[in-house]
């Protein structure tokens, strides 16, 4: 071996070395954080090929420190239940893609259709889910609303109340956060990094920062700061290599050819989920609460923009798949598990002329609000969603509504009752054209402002959604008959032990009923103390994925 080989060899045994003590040092803060230990073949057999002693013997080292943190916490934790929510998932791609965790779910337990409900958008959906009780009853009926307009208790409320911990992983309508006996990181709407404990807030922080391309907050930490932070956190290494990875391509491709949108939006969604993911398990490991949840969202997201590109949405699925195995790995034989969408998917409504436009929000809400009264507009597809702060403007919302005609003095909207303070609206005369945008009106003001030709979306919510419960009691090998929206939550409080409400109207599936069933369980509301944060919602996140404007 050559002086100037000896050298090099030592060079790069000394910066392995180097590396695997950081690796060390990281893994005394995350037990989960090196998920790289194989490597360590790696480094053993570089070590027969050196033949300089020093370099040897710095390899070796390097090998063996390796090898220490390469080893993730085994046991299982003591969760008696855990929730995971997979926004927009359908048995339509599942089965076709007969992904093997979803596919253990099916055969070590039961698997049902959840039939969805009207109107079909998420925070209204999972309130639903969490709560056992509709729109008109939570007070949930748009997207700009905070948990503290939640006016029912959900399922971890009651838990929490019977003496349970609880940890809360991005659950819609879930900020501001609470001080629980668990973990609180609330879900994309947050406008506002807050979590509890406040040492994972770098999740949060890293979301809404420019680095995932949200919402453009300023970061309160630098980079290795923010790094180090995800790391106590429990981000794992390959996530951290992933990271890394996407940001040399972004910047080698963005000085050449730039990167397709498609590609950006799914390494974006899929490297967050992966974050989503260490972060979730490492806090069920610290935490240990008895009942845990954690929501997927990238089958809904990259469905509305590319159901019509099949390996896209399949990856967020195979993603969700994945994550599925990993938190199904860390429960005990005693725990439950239970997995659940708030709706299901499909190909966007109408062909040709009627499917290539997209429905506006921002000038109708503010016509309604000046007309009527506050409202919240929100966007599905074809569909618009309207939900009213005050109830009592129900009836005037929807004759204003149904007033508002075109050029030709038809009516532009069919309007759809929803339940109490909620109206559905599609256009009567979907065919949108070029030269009818530049002529029609709507109300004596342009179309333009309503609505606006894209192909965009390919994608929409449809009402068949899925359901799967597995572990102790749970029958194996059952396709049940379709459940209700409304059963979930008498479901999951029935997997705790616990009993129902009067006032929810679904049955618990799967687990016996608690009975004699409670008369209110709103009472514990009076009882939750919620951490500061800001007001709003994070609008930014709504117009990524094309709910409003």
């Given at each position: 071996?050559?002086?100037?080989?000896?050298?090099?060899?030592?060079?790069?045994?000394?910066?392995?070395?180097?590396?695997?003590?950081?690796?060390?040092?990281?893994?005394?803060?995350?037990?989960?954080?090196?998920?790289?230990?194989?490597?360590?073949?790696?480094?053993?057999?570089?070590?027969?090929?050196?033949?300089?002693?020093?370099?040897?013997?710095?390899?070796?080292?390097?090998?063996?420190?390796?090898?220490?943190?390469?080893?993730?916490?085994?046991?299982?934790?003591?969760?008696?239940?855990?929730?995971?929510?997979?926004?927009?998932?359908?048995?339509?791609?599942?089965?076709?893609?007969?992904?093997?965790?979803?596919?253990?779910?099916?055969?070590?337990?039961?698997?049902?259709t959840l039939t969805s409900m009207e109107p079909m958008f998420s925070p209204l959906l999972w309130t639903s889910l969490a709560s056992g009780r509709p729109p008109a009853e939570h007070?949930?009926?748009?997207?700009?609303?905070?948990?503290?307009?939640?006016?029912?208790?959900?399922?971890?409320?009651?838990?929490?109340?019977?003496?349970?911990?609880?940890?809360?992983?991005?659950?819609?309508?879930?900020?501001?956060?609470?001080?629980?006996?668990?973990?609180?990181?609330?879900?994309?709407?947050?406008?506002?990094?807050?979590?509890?404990?406040?040492?994972?807030?770098?999740?949060?922080?890293?979301?809404?920062?420019?680095?995932?391309?949200?919402?453009?907050?300023?970061?309160?930490?630098?980079?290795?700061?923010?790094?180090?932070?995800?790391?106590?956190?429990?981000?794992?290494?390959?996530?951290?290599?992933?990271?890394?990875?996407?940001?040399?391509?972004?910047?080698?491709?963005?000085?050449?050819?730039?990167?397709?949108?498609?590609?950006?939006?799914?390494?974006?969604?899929?490297?967050?989920?992966?974050?989503?993911?260490?972060?979730?398990?490492?806090?069920?490991?610290?935490?240990?609460?008895?009942?845990?949840?954690?929501?997927?969202?990238?089958?809904?997201?990259?469905?509305?923009?590319?159901?019509?590109?099949?390996?896209?949405?399949?990856?967020?699925?195979?993603?969700?798949?994945?994550?599925?195995?990993?938190?199904?790995?860390?429960?005990?034989?005693?725990?439950?598990?239970?997995?659940?969408?708030?709706?299901?998917?499909?190909?966007?409504?109408?062909?040709?002329?009627?499917?290539?436009?997209?429905?506006?929000?921002?000038?109708?809400?503010?016509?309604?609000?000046?007309?009527?009264?506050?409202?919240?507009?929100?966007?599905?597809?074809?569909?618009?969603?309207?939900?009213?702060?005050?109830?009592?403007?129900?009836?005037?919302?929807?004759?204003?509504?149904?007033?508002?005609?075109?050029?030709?003095?038809?009516?532009?909207?069919?309007?759809?009752?929803?339940?109490?303070?909620?109206?559905?609206?599609?256009?009567?005369?979907?065919?949108?054209?070029?030269?009818?945008?530049?002529?029609?009106?709507?109300?004596?003001?342009?179309?333009?402002?309503?609505?606006?030709?894209?192909?965009?979306?390919?994608?929409?919510?449809?009402?068949?959604?899925?359901?799967?419960?597995?572990?102790?009691?749970?029958?194996?090998?059952?396709?049940?008959?379709?459940?209700?929206?409304?059963?979930?939550?008498?479901?999951?409080?029935?997997?705790?032990?616990?009993?129902?409400?009067?006032?929810?109207?679904?049955?618990?599936?799967?687990?016996?009923?608690?009975?004699?069933?409670?008369?209110?369980?709103?009472?514990?509301?009076?009882?939750?103390?919620?951490?500061?944060?800001?007001?709003?919602?994070?609008?930014?996140?709504?117009?990524?994925?094309?709910?409003?404007?």
């Amino acid at each position: 071996m050559s002086r100037s080989t000896r050298w090099l060899a030592r060079a790069l045994a000394a910066l392995a070395l180097v590396v695997s003590v950081a690796v060390l040092v990281a893994d005394r803060v995350n037990p989960f954080f090196n998920d790289l230990g194989p490597l360590m073949f790696l480094g053993a057999a570089a070590t027969w090929f050196l033949r300089d002693r020093v370099a040897r013997v710095l390899t070796l080292s390097a090998t063996v420190i390796w090898a220490v943190t390469g080893f993730s916490p085994s046991g299982p934790v003591s969760a008696k239940v855990v929730v995971f929510g997979v926004d927009g998932a359908t048995f339509d791609v599942i089965d076709r893609l007969a992904l093997p965790n979803f596919a253990a779910l099916a055969r070590d337990g039961t698997r049902a259709t959840l039939t969805s409900m009207e109107p079909m958008f998420s925070p209204l959906l999972w309130t639903s889910l969490a709560s056992g009780r509709p729109p008109a009853e939570h007070g949930v009926r748009g997207f700009h609303v905070q948990a503290t307009d939640c006016e029912v208790a959900r399922f971890w409320d009651i838990a929490e109340d019977r003496g349970m911990s609880v940890g809360l992983y991005k659950w819609l309508v879930d900020y501001p956060p609470r001080k629980v006996d668990g973990f609180w990181v609330p879900s994309w709407l947050a406008p506002g990094p807050e979590t509890w404990p406040a040492s994972l807030s770098y999740v949060k922080e890293l979301e809404l920062s420019k680095r995932l391309r949200r919402k453009q907050v300023a970061a309160t930490h630098s980079t290795p700061a923010l790094v180090w932070g995800l790391v106590g956190a429990g981000v794992r290494l390959s996530t951290l290599a992933r990271a890394a990875a996407w940001s040399v391509e972004e910047r080698v491709s963005g000085a050449t050819v730039g990167i397709a949108p498609a590609r950006a939006n799914l390494a974006m969604q899929t490297l967050r989920g992966r974050i989503d993911r260490d972060v979730f398990v490492a806090q069920l490991h610290v935490h240990d609460p008895a009942l845990a949840t954690f929501t997927y969202y990238a089958t809904d997201g990259l469905a509305h923009l590319y159901w019509d590109q099949p390996a896209i949405v399949e990856a967020a699925y195979r993603q969700a798949d994945a994550i599925l195995g990993d938190i199904r790995g860390q429960l005990g034989p005693d725990a439950r598990l239970i997995v659940v969408s708030d709706h299901g998917f499909k190909a966007m409504d109408g062909t040709g002329l009627a499917g290539q436009f997209a429905p506006l929000t921002e000038r109708l809400r503010a016509r309604l609000a000046a007309e009527v009264g506050p409202a919240d507009v929100a966007k599905v597809g074809h569909k618009l969603s309207v939900g009213l702060a005050d109830v009592a403007d129900q009836p005037r919302a929807a004759a204003w509504l149904a007033a508002l005609v075109d050029a030709a003095g038809a009516p532009v909207y069919r309007v759809e009752d929803l339940g109490p303070g909620s109206l559905g609206l599609t256009l009567a005369d979907e065919q949108i054209t070029a030269e009818r945008l530049a002529r029609d009106t709507v109300g004596g003001e342009a179309l333009t402002d309503y609505v606006k030709l894209t192909d965009a979306y390919t994608g929409t919510h449809e009402a068949r959604g899925v359901f799967y419960a597995v572990g102790a009691g749970v029958p194996a090998g059952v396709a049940a008959p379709p459940m209700a929206m409304l059963d979930v939550a008498p479901t999951i409080l029935a997997a705790l032990g616990l009993p129902a409400s009067v006032e929810m109207s679904g049955a618990a599936a799967i687990f016996p009923e608690v009975t004699p069933r409670v008369a209110d369980w709103d009472g514990v509301l009076a009882h939750l103390e919620w951490l500061g944060g800001e007001a709003g919602q994070n609008d930014e996140a709504l117009k990524a994925l094309g709910y409003i404007e």
